[in-house]
């Protein structure tokens, strides 16, 4: 690997046994203490939890140079397999508590290392691209939504937004600076059906935006906790008519038929989350008008209870994996 990598953490496949000191016993009880001896000297193999490798910053010229980190599933270093890919917006909250904006994680590499166990799915790589602090929502905003919006619903992204939407350079940057050096770096898989686009809340979006604009790339994505009303909920209501007709004709002009993709969607109930119904039925409404099969092709689903944060998410990872990797 170049010098742009540094290994975070590394543990290995089985831990080294120590030798039982020697004892004297009486002959009748050699055999069965000598077991019993062992049973309790004898340390357990360490669990190959896999490793993490960061990049400090991805050369790019699309937009400021990110912090990456990649989990690489156990048994990579041994294998000579190629591993499907999963990139992961807002990559500070994925895996260490220590680097999280909230004091919470999607903890993904602990879920894959589940699913991976059950053998519900094959190993795969987890690819974490850190959000860019202020910049997130104008950075994971879908650049050809924000073009469809009339004056009045536009000025409302701006307010939030605060400079100019640079979803399509973050998008470039995806699949033109990142993909590439991962598939040179890693054994990978690089066809889209082993390819996966996860985020949530404005990072549902960008997912949702890569799936639709690059299939060529992305066979698989999950929108999490999506912000389809795109604006302040307060600003929008719940439930704009404009918004709902920008999804619909986008999603009918550029979507196209699901040959063989797979999309997961899903939203909770509580604190900004309860926005989400309406908005996520009129896509399930229009996913469904296209041709798209529930359960075969996409998946939305509610959890009720659940609010807008990592810990929801964590809890619902084997859910959203399962589907999008697993086994059919």
């Excluded at 309790?40 to 990110?66: C, K, M, S, Y």
């Excluded at 499907?84 to 904006?101: E, K, T």
């Excluded at 973050?170 to 990978?188: A, N």
Aim: proline content about 8%; overall charge positive.
């Amino acid at each position: 690997m170049s010098g742009l990598f540094t290994p975070l953490k590394r543990i290995p496949a089985k831990a080294g046994i120590r030798p039982a000191r020697r004892v004297w016993i009486p002959a009748f009880a050699g055999i069965l203490a000598t077991l019993v001896f062992a049973l309790f000297t004898l340390p357990a193999a360490a669990q190959d939890t896999g490793r993490f490798v960061e990049i400090a910053a991805v050369p790019t010229t699309n937009i400021t140079p990110p912090h990456v980190v990649v989990w690489l599933p156990p048994g990579y270093d041994a294998a000579k397999r190629r591993y499907g890919v999963v990139y992961m917006h807002d990559g500070q909250n994925l895996f260490f508590l220590a680097r999280s904006n909230f004091n919470k994680v999607w903890a993904a590499d602990k879920s894959a290392l589940r699913l991976i166990a059950a053998k519900r799915v094959d190993p795969f790589i987890i690819v974490g691209v850190d959000q860019p602090g202020e910049a997130r929502y104008r950075q994971y905003f879908p650049q050809k939504l924000y073009a469809m919006a009339s004056p009045k619903v536009r000025a409302g992204f701006d307010r939030l937004a605060k400079g100019p939407i640079t979803g399509d350079a973050y998008l470039r940057f995806l699949t033109d600076d990142l993909k590439p050096m991962i598939d040179r770096e890693f054994r990978t898989s690089p066809d889209p059906k082993h390819t996966a686009v996860i985020g949530s809340s404005m990072g549902g979006l960008i997912s949702c935006y890569a799936f639709v604009e690059k299939p060529s790339v992305f066979g698989r994505a999950a929108c999490v906790s999506t912000h389809w009303p795109l604006a302040d909920p307060s600003d929008v209501g719940p439930f704009n008519p404009e918004i709902t007709a920008i999804w619909k004709a986008y999603l009918t002009k550029s979507l196209g038929k699901p040959n063989g993709r797979r999309l997961w969607m899903d939203h909770g109930t509580e604190t900004l989350d309860a926005n989400y119904r309406p908005y996520q039925q009129a896509i399930d409404a229009d996913l469904i008008a296209l041709g798209w099969k529930r359960g075969r092709d996409f998946q939305s689903r509610e959890y009720p209870g659940a609010a807008h944060e990592e810990n929801a998410w964590a809890a619902r990872m084997d859910d959203i994996f399962g589907f999008l990797l697993g086994k059919r």
